[in-house]
């Protein structure tokens, strides 16, 4: 006897009282769960699914957690990927996010029950790894602290910059752009490739609100050229009155022996800049953030400006970084650090895996990048797993998504970028997709 497939299938109400469903419903949230029944409903009219399966199916179908950003393991050798968030938080900051994340003593004295400071821990932990700051602020990113910064210190009045640092920082976002929304006056100067004192010297008048630098983290200019270092330019600066921002970007505290070329935040005050502005989530390896240091006259003049209010960072941006300043080396730091010998012996350990499981793979010497952190040409030696070129897409669609990148007709799997304790599912991942294709 045939019966009609839709009377089979298990109406919502049914299926959405089973216990292992409402368990999953309080978890992840009704609708979730909904959805996904309605989806299994649809298979199981289109016969692909069995009406007897629907619980195993829609349990099958819903996601680990509520939120639909996926972990993604980055094999593309780009250890600050902007596609892919970013720096990856230590396990430490990861722990004093979820501490955080509730109620939490943020803005409160818990031993006298009054108001405290704001992410106080989080600026002492800044100033001790920067002691060439007598202050610091938090904000949202790097282009929330250039914003204010032109505010407090631009707005109706001129912000001299160097023709070389009109920065575009990514996604169509430019820096002078950004400046100049602020009602903050330009005055650029020298030419695309050189600039000199002098050239600084005579665009400083009444009206200048403060000289930047903007580092160009993303591009680099060879040949003919010339650039006034901070040192310089906070020599000429003295007694004018006028304040020497420094955009560093990269967010690295201190000089780093393989990236001898990036700046510095600490290097960069103690060469005279007033201000010095960096990212969070680049070379930092922390959580998203905007960083102000530099002296207390002029950060207390941005913490006390409104717009401050609009940018200041929640309770776990400012967990996230104290335990990044405190804790041990974040995930971007270690993989800076990382060994080629190391790397070439995982891409070694890992290829012998895949090989054994029936994979055409091979270890391979690959160069990786610091990426959108900084650093443009500057090749970092290491080792990748290659394999054959139609891994790359199924990679990334996997149950956890690996993203490589493919070259010279083969997909790398590139290990700079991916933590040493993930080794285990890269592999996992690949014999998965060739489980799928035998
Ligand atoms: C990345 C970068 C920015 C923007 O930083 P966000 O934290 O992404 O806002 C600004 N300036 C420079 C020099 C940068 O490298």
Redesign the pocket.
Known sequence: MTTDPRRQVPRTDTLLADPRLAGAGERLGRVLVKRAVQRVQQRIRAGEVAPGAAVDAVLADLPPVAGSLRPVLNATGVVVHTNLGRAPLSAAAVEAVVAASGTTDVELDLRTGRRGPRGEAAIAALLEAVPAAEAALVVN????A?ALVATALGQGRELVLARGEL?E??DGFR?PELLESTGARLREVGATNRVALADYRDALGPGTGAVLK?????FVVRGFIRAVEVGELAAALQGTGVPLVA????GLLRPHPVLPDEPDLQTTLAAGADLA?A????LLGGP???LVLGRAELVQRLRRHPLYRAFRVDKTTLAALEATLRGPLPPVQQMLAADVADLRERARALAGRLVAGGVAADAVDADSRVG???APEHPLPGAAVSLPPEFAEPLRLGATPVVGYVEDGRTLLNLRSVPPGADDALADAVLEVARRWT
Not at 279 to 282: E, I, L, Q
């Open positions: 990113n790097c282009a929330a250039l920065v920082i990514g820096i903007v580092h160009p983290s993303n955009d560093v970007g990269s502005l990212s969070g989530d680049k998203q953030a905007g959108g952190g900084g």
